[in-house]
């Protein structure tokens, strides 16, 4: 940021990053049911804590600010530079937008949102032909949508980690952890046994090393 700009207190930021951020989330993922709309919502309230410290408030660094100012005292940690605490704390003299942990975090947030849009299409289509989803995302985990939000939300805890969300990350997960357990015993009750074959060859969120070797020895 320009040395002339406030480095917090841009709400006006703050807003229009967390607009712009939900709705490309909403148009990959495009929530239907009661369950969608609670996964999306979770995640929407992670984004919208994320840039109310990027740009509003740094409650973070507020709260840190006597051992990192001991720690660190010739870092002006109430700039927004600072506010990459990885690339700070780990010595990068750059500018932090091109330090390892802001660039690998675009690697996950950019992944996430491929993993979503991939998912979509292939569950739309199966969802108008009222069969299970199986092909593309689904043939690696059983829940390729909710892996990636998890990879947005990492990515950004790279990117600009936080106490608030990087208390929310774990309690995020947990709650995808269990919107996928009731969804399953949804596609059980519907497909029955093939839902059963399914989930015995294809794990919920980790795909397995030899799906994807093979994924690269195809290509």
């Known amino acids: 940021m320009s040395d002339d700009m406030p480095a917090y207190g841009l709400w006006g930021l703050v807003i229009i990053n967390s ?16 369950r969608d709309w609670r996964s999306f919502g979770a995640f929407s309230a992670f984004l919208v804590a994320l840039f109310t410290e990027m740009y509003g408030f740094p409650l973070t660094i507020y709260f840190l600010s006597g051992w990192l ?9 109430f700039s927004h530079d600072a506010g990459h605490l990885l690339e700070e704390l780990f010595g990068w003299k750059a500018n932090p937008h091109f330090g390892p942990f802001h660039v690998l975090s675009f690697v996950f947030i950019g992944g996430g949102f491929i993993l979503i849009s991939a998912a979509w299409k292939v569950l739309y289509e199966a969802q108008k032909r009222r069969e299970l989803a199986t092909t593309g995302a689904y043939s690696y985990v059983r829940h390729p949508q909710y892996v990636g939000f998890v990879l947005i939300m990492f990515g950004f805890l790279l990117q600009w980690p936080t106490i608030l969300t990087l208390v929310m990350f774990p309690v995020l997960v947990f709650m995808y952890a269990r919107l996928a357990r009731a969804e399953e015993i949804d596609m059980r009750s519907t497909f029955g046994k093939a ?3 399914y989930a015995e060859r294809v794990p919920a969120f980790v795909p397995r090393l030899s799906r994807l070797r093979q994924r690269v020895a195809d290509s």
């Open 19 to 34: 607009v712009i951020f939900i709705f490309f989330a909403y148009s990959f993922f495009k929530p239907q049911t009661a």
């Open 69 to 77: 100012q001991s720690k660190y005292p010739n870092t002006d940690w």
């Open 195 to 197: 839902y059963a074959d």
